[in-house]
């Protein structure tokens, strides 16, 4: 059974750091890309970085381009979202997400709030 | 980017009878003979759900209830008969173009 298993989240001021943490079970972690989508508070949902089954491409959107870099430790079966200069609209729970075949987003974690504020 | 609409925002359906829930993407979705648009469903307090891929695939598992259609711009998800689990809110989201995007969610009550 595909298992994601989000962590690190937490209550950050402003222009402050946080790293989030996946680790996944139950598949060949290394063979999938993977993704982080975020759910802000009036529920939209918004992909905010993907990264290929061998760590060596990554995509952003510009709302968080420079800001997030998304990692992965194959031997570890572990996805990371290090977060910096981060906004109060950065505020969301924060899922992780496998992708299948001809599916973008296969698989989700429960999720890891992100709270950002003085 | 590519923005879609979901409409209605929110509708009541009674048991039994048929849901349908629409996508309008702001331009086309279709590439290489799929359309890439995908639906979800999301209960409170649990994450999204794959429901259905590239416009019309059922995922495994979930019920045959369910089904999707369109191409280019215009999808459709439609849920028939409606069940009392079927409660929830529904998101469209295209993977054509980069950023992938997502509809703006329909929340689906059950009469």
């Known amino acids: 059974e595909v298992q994601l298993v989000e962590s690190g989240g937490g209550l950050v001021q402003p222009g402050g750091s946080l790293k989030l943490s996946c680790a996944a079970s139950?598949?060949?972690?290394?063979?999938?890309?993977m993704s982080w989508v975020r759910q802000t508070p009036d529920k939209r949902l918004e992909l905010v970085a993907t990264i290929n089954s061998n760590g060596g491409s990554t995509y952003y959107p510009d709302s968080v381009k420079g800001r997030f870099t998304i990692s992965r430790d194959n031997a570890k079966n572990t996805l990371y979202l290090q977060m910096s200069s981060l906004k109060s609209e950065d505020t969301a729970m924060y899922y992780c997400?496998?992708?299948?075949?001809?599916?973008?987003?296969?698989?989700w974690g429960q999720g890891t709030l992100v709270t950002v504020s003085a | 980017n590519i923005v879609l609409t979901q409409s209605p925002a929110s509708l009541a359906v009674s048991l039994g009878q048929r849901a349908t829930i629409s996508c309008r993407a702001s331009?086309?979705?279709?590439?290489?003979?799929?359309?890439?648009m995908h639906w979800y469903q999301q209960k409170p307090g649990q994450p999204p759900k794959l429901l259905i891929y590239?416009?019309?695939n059922l995922e495994s598992g979930v019920p045959a209830r369910f089904s999707g259609s369109g191409s280019r711009t215009d999808f459709t998800l439609t849920i028939d008969p409606v069940e009392a689990d079927d409660a929830a809110t529904y998101y469209c989201?295209?993977?054509?173009?980069?950023?992938?995007?997502f509809g703006s969610g329909t929340k689906l009550e059950i009469k």
């Open positions: 590239l416009a019309s």
């Open positions: 331009e086309s979705v279709d590439s290489y003979g799929n359309s890439f």
């Open positions: 989201q295209q993977n054509n173009e980069d950023p992938f995007t």
């Open positions: 139950g598949f060949t972690f290394s063979s999938y890309g």
């Open positions: 997400a496998r992708e299948g075949l001809r599916r973008p987003f296969a698989y």
